[in-house]
């Protein structure tokens, strides 16, 4: 995984955070119509969560493995709301839609298998925070 390509396309994506999020909620719903539900209706308390978190997510991964519990903590509260695994390929799907529409001819085959490789390790430590609280 290369790590500073993660970062740098995430800061990137990141100065327009909002639009971002709200374009990932977008395709999210869109395509998945029947996650809707699990959302309020006024989403901006959670697309500040979203941004804020998957921001710390990145920033942090370089030590993500030797301390996983933000990911864990995170993984035990999206089971509190009823996500389970067959969600997570999903949102991966709204989230590598997005970073390829915000970053455009910088989104390459290597940086989508960055980003693939890097949500994949995040979701599995989720699920298994998941499996071990459930």
């Not at 999020?21 to 029947?34: G, M, S, T, W």
């Not at 697309?47 to 998957?54: E, H, I, S, Y």
């Not at 940086?111 to 490789?117: I, S």
């Amino acid at each position: 995984m290369n790590i500073e390509a993660l970062q740098s396309s995430w800061s990137q994506v990141g100065e327009v955070g909002p639009e971002a999020v709200a374009y990932f909620y977008a395709h999210l719903f869109e395509n998945h119509p029947e996650v809707r539900g699990m959302f309020a209706e006024d989403m901006s308390e959670q697309r500040d969560r979203f941004l804020a978190g998957l921001g710390a997510i990145v920033t942090n991964v370089e030590t993500l493995a030797a301390d996983p519990s933000f990911v864990q903590r995170l993984g035990q509260r999206h089971a509190q709301l009823g996500v389970v695994a067959d969600h997570y390929p999903v949102a991966g799907a709204s989230l590598l839609a997005t970073l390829e529409h915000f970053l455009g001819e910088q989104w390459t085959p290597e940086l989508a298998q960055t980003w693939t490789a890097a949500y994949g390790a995040v979701v599995e430590i989720m699920l298994s925070a998941e499996e071990a609280a459930a």
